[in-house]
């Protein structure tokens, strides 16, 4: 049994889905086929070969999923990176080996000045940057940022395994 990768009307990726429902998406025409590459779809008589890749006749709108601000999902945005120094989770310092939970939190703006828990405003900062900031923004404490804090894409499409050759044209990889 195979997956098929399902697009919406303009070519955007949607999701990864069972040859079964892709088989009955094309039954009620929903969908029309976006290659020549096949899965196929085994039943007790016989296989039925599908298209890999479908793309929906119909635009289907997709809402924009936000993601909540937590001091766990900056730390992994931030893959446990000093944003002002750039030590890693690992690294040795002073003789001192940083582990993940040396890491903190910096708020760019601190709280004491109406900074808030954002992704814009917060960032993943070793125990010397942050206490050598302080209560100060960085501009002030002469610190510069080696990245911009943003708020992590959630739009991405997650797909396991070998990634088929016919996939590849639509995904980002």
């Known amino acids: 049994m ?7 009307a303009s070519y955007e990726p949607l999701a990864v889905i069972p040859a079964r429902r892709a ?10 086929p976006a290659t020549d590459d096949r899965v ?3 039943s007790p008589s016989r296989g039925l070969a599908i298209p890999s890749v479908l793309r929906l006749r119909r635009y289907a709108r997709v809402p924009q999923r936000g993601v909540r601000w937590s001091r766990q999902g900056v730390m992994r945005r931030d893959g446990y990176n000093c944003i ?3 030590i ?4 040795q310092r002073g003789g001192r080996i940083i582990r993940r939970e040396d890491f903190t939190i910096d708020h760019l703006i601190p709280r004491s000045r109406g900074g808030k828990n954002t992704w814009g405003n917060t960032a ?19 610190m510069t940022l080696r990245w911009e804090p943003k708020t992590p894409r959630v739009d991405y499409l ?8 016919a996939w590849k044209v639509y995904l980002e990889i």
Do not use: I
């Open 124 to 142: 993943c900062a070793c125990p010397t940057c942050n206490q050598r900031k302080g209560d100060r923004t960085p501009h002030e404490a002469g």
């Open 88 to 91: 890693r989770a690992g690294e």
């Open 158 to 165: 997650v797909a396991s395994g070998a990634t088929p050759t």
């Open 40 to 42: 196929t779809v085994a």
């Open 2 to 8: 195979g997956t098929v990768l399902l697009l919406n």
């Open 23 to 32: 088989l009955s998406l094309l039954h009620r025409d929903r969908v029309d």
């Open 84 to 86: 002002y120094c750039g």
